[in-house]
Each structure stands twice: as C-alpha cells, then as structure tokens.
C-alpha cells in the first residue's frame, strides 16, 4: 500500500514562492511516475508537472518557466518548487504516484496555494 503526505502549501503574495513536498510510503517510488496537479475554485483537476523514474520532465504551459518538479528517490520525496506565484495558481494542489505498466494510481490528500493579489 502506497500513502502520499503533501506538506508545504499555504498563504502567499502574487510574486512569491512556495516550494510542495510530497513524502510517499512503500517500495514502488522509484519505479514511479510522479506527478502534481491542481485543482481551483470551480475548476477540474489538471496536470500540472509529471517527472518519471529516470527523470523526464512535463509541464503545463501555464507553469513552464516557474514552476520546477524534482524528485529524491532516496527520500521518496517530490518537490514542487513555485516561483513567480500568480493569483490563477490559487488551488488544492494535489500528488500522484502512477505506475502505468502494473495500473497503479495514487493521490495524495491536498493541499492548499492561496495566491493573493
């Protein structure tokens, strides 16, 4: 069984940084896919940047160029670093662990990125 914690989330001005960390339990995460995705205020969830095992980076166009994904295999650990905040990144940001090839998808529980203006 794989749990997924976020931490890092919270209050920040339009301009300034956040940095996600997502700390997975198990033994699939460096078999994994990870990924984050968003979910605003009367919006559908959407991807916002995957890295997979070997380390190959996507991101929606809308954070290319702010936003940076990485991964510690050795601490299960993914970031989601967040520079240049914008009011329209104002969601529930939430992690995901994918091993396609065995159909295993995991979401963490959220948290929160208030951006204001």
């Known amino acids: 069984q794989v749990q997924l914690v976020e931490s890092g989330g919270g209050l920040v001005q339009a301009g300034g940084s956040l940095r996600l960390s997502c700390a997975a339990s198990?033994?699939?995460?460096?078999?994994?896919?990870m990924g984050w995705y968003r979910q605003g205020p009367g919006k559908q969830r959407e991807l916002v940047a995957t890295?997979?095992?070997?380390?190959?980076?996507d991101y929606a166009d809308s954070v290319k160029g702010r936003f940076t994904i990485s991964r510690d295999n050795a601490k299960k650990t993914v970031h989601l670093q967040m520079n240049s905040l914008e009011p329209e990144d104002t969601a529930v940001y939430y992690c995901?662990?994918?091993?396609?090839?065995?159909?295993?998808?995991?979401w963490g529980q959220g948290t929160q990125v208030t951006v204001s203006s």
């Open positions: 995901n662990l994918e091993v396609a090839v065995w159909r295993l998808d995991y």
């Open positions: 198990g033994s699939i995460f460096n078999l994994a896919t």
């Open positions: 890295i997979t095992s070997t380390g190959s980076t």
